[in-house]
């Protein structure tokens, strides 16, 4: 699904945590795809094997663009991932090899290496170096399998203890490590509660961003229910020269197709 502006063309994937959950996951993939979704994303792939998401993904024609590293169990320090977990070293390297195992038989191109909580007992600087030498060991497997890993900031209002701060630490990760193998995943919706000032900082970050996702504040509904002005935000981005994909991750409140009219005039 494609929105064109006079500045260029948004690609747009349907976020199958989000959307279509008025249907049980395994028929989300068909029900985006007769939207005109030929790109998904699934933030969680674990709880199917990899030949039955094959077997999905290629009956609907769709490419799956984006997956998560494993999180913990809800209620857990590590639901929200393990990265800043310095006593889950164990757990967070588990996840990564199992992402870059699912990204490599079912051909996802980026994964996003969820941070996670930082825990509070751990001095701030401790969990903040131990993070990044997370990230540098990923990135050393993600480079060798050809996988691009992405950084999330997760607002402070959803997740108050999250440990990345914002999408310009994320950035400057990214470009410690290694920017040709690390970037952002900038989302609309995080970047307006965490501060705003969204085409500015989309432009600044654009050399380091690795996937965009959309929502609108507050609420985190359907692009246009709320206060983003995301026909001049959209229009910035086809703009920008970004060429990935745009993930929709957010509630549609009803029915996933009667939310989608935002997108416009749409080809598939």
């Not at 993939?29 to 007769?34: L, P, V």
């Not at 703009?239 to 416009?264: H, K, M, R």
């Amino acid at each position: 699904m494609r929105r064109s502006f006079p500045s260029g063309e948004v690609r747009f994937a349907a976020n199958l945590k989000w959307l279509y959950t008025e249907h049980p996951l395994e028929e989300r993939f068909d029900a985006a795809a007769s939207a005109g979704f030929a790109a998904v994303e699934l933030a969680s792939p674990y709880e199917l094997t990899v030949p039955r998401l094959r077997s999905l993904l290629d009956a609907a024609g769709q490419q799956m663009v984006l997956i998560n590293t494993p999180a913990g169990p809800a209620g857990t320090s590590t639901a929200m991932g393990s990265a800043f977990t310095p006593s889950a070293r164990e757990q967070f390297r588990d996840g990564v090899m199992r992402a870059l195992e699912y990204a490599a038989e079912l051909s996802v191109p980026t994964v996003h290496l969820m941070a996670g909580a930082k825990p509070e007992d751990v001095d701030g600087a401790r969990a903040f170096a131990g993070y990044v030498a997370n990230v540098v060991w990923a990135a050393e497997r993600a480079r060798a399998a050809g996988v691009t890993l992405v950084l999330e900031a997760i607002n402070k209002r959803d997740q108050p203890g999250y440990g990345l701060e914002s999408m310009e630490a994320a950035a400057a990760v990214a470009r410690e490590v290694d920017p040709m193998t690390v970037g952002v995943l900038f989302d609309f919706y995080h970047a307006q509660v965490g501060g705003g000032n969204l085409v500015e900082r989309f432009e600044a970050l654009r050399p380091w961003i690795g996937h965009v996702q959309v929502a609108d504040n507050p609420g985190r509904g359907r692009p246009g229910s709320g206060e983003i002005n995301y026909d001049v935000v959209l229009s910035r981005v086809a703009a920008s020269g970004y060429e990935g994909w745009v993930g929709c991750e957010y509630d549609p409140a009803g029915p996933t197709d009667e939310s989608l009219a935002w997108i416009g005039e749409r080809t598939s």
